[in-house]
């Protein structure tokens, strides 16, 4: 046997309780072979073998990001960023800029826009007409779940009126004409389709960027949340042609406006894996966001939303949940409001008693409020919590934004329920939702550690007992997105027989101050055994 990578001198946090540290890691194969001292592994290596010096290395298992919209996200992330507008106009500037760059038929597009911008005003094309001065235009906000159309893309797009969507989008109209809001993504999924389109080619460059980027902080997995059967043939042209530097778990999404008919040929695609990618997750939303008025809750929000799922016909959901269970999948739900998680965790139970137990859990994701019977019921019947903690950034724990607003404080004080649901028995995988907030787990650690943005020591925490221990912040990245999706044998730890990722830092991140943890150095990112980002 022959390592064709070892890794000597380094500290090495395996997670595995039955070897909990060592010095050195050989991989050959992409499999680890060897986990302890240096002189273990020197009897692995040969001439061939890629030896990598340790010193100054903390290891931990490679971090996986367990929820996230890679493809989105690199289409969306090549526009304006303009999450750091705090006012229309600060809004306008930015796109008057951007508009004198427009090539002739180019549109313009941004993305990351808040729902504080608007202060209350209506969300409309008005307010960004003159900035964009004629040109197609199409701003998503940074949750994903609306954007904002100007009057040339509105007409590109053929949108005169109202429409009627199979679930419960909406084209936002004032006396029967379009605004230019856009609620869910079947409306503004009909902007995007008349818009230019790229290539393959363009689409995989931009998304292997990505990757690289991601590598950089750490991260060598990733639970993509946008799939389809078009997203497998991308993982399959990169992986053929060297550039897939991650792991990738790809749900495909079933909506209402899935044909029945369509579900076994999904099923027949979910078998399909590389080396790196696989299919064979069903992702399914039951509702939307807080902000806009479209989670699904048990009582209307202050605005008077809330009481309307995603699905016009809950059983239709639960019908296809059925489907999928039955077929092998494990299966996806995005659910923020406190009954549509309830919602959620019915469908799962009563899929288990029509098709008999299953050998794998199923998810809910986001999870923003729920109420203490069914946190309880996450362990008590094996399913997992998928749960974003850096999104708590755009909450003020007294109480003044639009999401504490909406929810009021009884639900808020109920909200993003980490420590709880850890603590409770359940699985609690963490990831960053990107591109609605960045993917850097450092990041994304830290929140779940502080509930407040990291180096800001006194400001207030909004629901500080919620808060992850820093190994349980660790684990959110590493041994519990393992667990999500039925890979805890195979990743998550170091340890001979598991995959060989692994990304090293400066210092432990449990050791870090939490406060520093954004700037902790990144080292090294393994994948499969293969180094995919090394610090200059």
């Not at 796109?95 to 729902?115: I, Q, V």
Request: charged share 25%; with cysteine; glycine share 10%.
């Amino acid at each position: 046997m022959s390592a064709d990578l070892a890794i000597l001198g380094a500290r090495v946090r395996t997670l595995d309780p039955d070897r909990p540290a060592a010095t050195a890691i050989a991989i050959e194969a992409g499999m680890i072979v060897v986990v302890g001292g240096d002189a273990a592994v020197r009897e692995h290596c040969t001439a061939a073998t890629e030896l990598i010096d340790g010193a100054g290395l903390a290891i931990v298992p490679g971090l996986v990001d367990a929820h996230q919209h890679p493809i989105v996200g690199a289409e969306t992330a090549s526009g304006i960023d303009l999450s750091a507008a705090n006012t229309v106009a600060e809004v306008c500037t930015e796109l008057r800029a951007a508009r004198g760059r427009l090539a002739k038929g180019e549109w313009l597009r941004a993305h990351s826009l808040a729902y504080e911008t608007f202060a209350g005003e209506e969300v409309c094309a008005d307010a960004i007409e003159q900035a964009v001065d004629g040109a197609p235009a199409l701003l998503t906000f940074f949750d994903g779940h609306t954007a904002l159309a100007s009057r040339a893309a509105l007409a590109a797009a053929g949108i005169d009126g109202p429409r009627s969507f199979d679930d419960h989008s909406e084209v936002v109209c004032r006396d029967g004409a379009p605004t230019g809001e856009l609620r869910e993504v079947s409306a503004w999924a009909l902007v995007e389709a008349a818009a230019p389109t790229r290539s393959d080619a363009q689409r995989r460059a931009l998304f292997a960027q990505v990757l690289a980027d991601q590598n950089a902080v750490g991260i060598t997995g990733i639970h993509a949340m946008d799939g389809s059967p078009r997203t497998l043939e991308d993982y399959a042209a990169l992986e053929a042609e060297g550039r897939l530097t991650a792991r990738i778990i790809v749900p495909y999404g079933v909506d209402p406006s899935t044909p029945v008919r369509e579900y076994p040929l999904l099923v027949a695609e979910g078998a399909r894996r590389g080396r790196l990618w696989r299919a064979g997750v069903a992702k399914f939303f039951i509702d939307g966001v807080v902000e806009s008025g479209t989670a699904w809750l048990f009582g209307e929000d202050a605005n008077g939303g809330g009481l309307t799922p995603f699905w016009p016909d809950p059983e239709a959901y639960r019908e296809a949940v059925r489907i999928f269970d039955a077929a092998g999948f494990q299966c996806v739900t995005h659910a923020i409001g406190d009954r549509a998680v309830h919602e959620a965790l019915n469908a799962y139970r009563d899929a288990a008693v029509v098709n008999g137990p299953r050998g794998r859990r199923h998810r809910v994701e986001h999870i923003e409020t729920v109420a203490d019977d069914d946190l309880r019921r996450f362990a008590a019947e094996g399913v997992v919590a998928s749960q974003q903690a850096i999104h708590t950034q755009w909450i003020d724990a007294a109480g003044g934004d639009p999401w504490s607003k909406a929810l009021g404080a009884e639900r808020a004080g109920r909200g993003f329920r980490l420590a709880e649901l850890r603590r409770s028995g359940a699985g609690l995988a963490l990831g960053s939702d990107w591109p609605v907030a960045g993917y850097d787990p450092r990041v994304g650690m830290a929140w779940a550690r502080l509930r407040r943005p990291a180096g800001m020591r006194g400001v207030e925490r909004f629901n500080a007992s919620q808060a992850l221990t820093a190994l349980e912040a660790l684990e959110g990245y590493t041994t519990q997105a393992a667990m999500a999706v039925g890979e805890q044998r195979l990743s998550g730890v170091i340890r001979e027989g598991c995959r060989g990722d692994l990304t090293g830092f400066a210092e432990y991140p449990v050791e870090c101050d939490a406060d520093s943890l954004p700037d902790l150095p990144v080292l090294l990112t393994v994948v499969a055994g293969r180094p995919v980002y090394r610090a200059a």
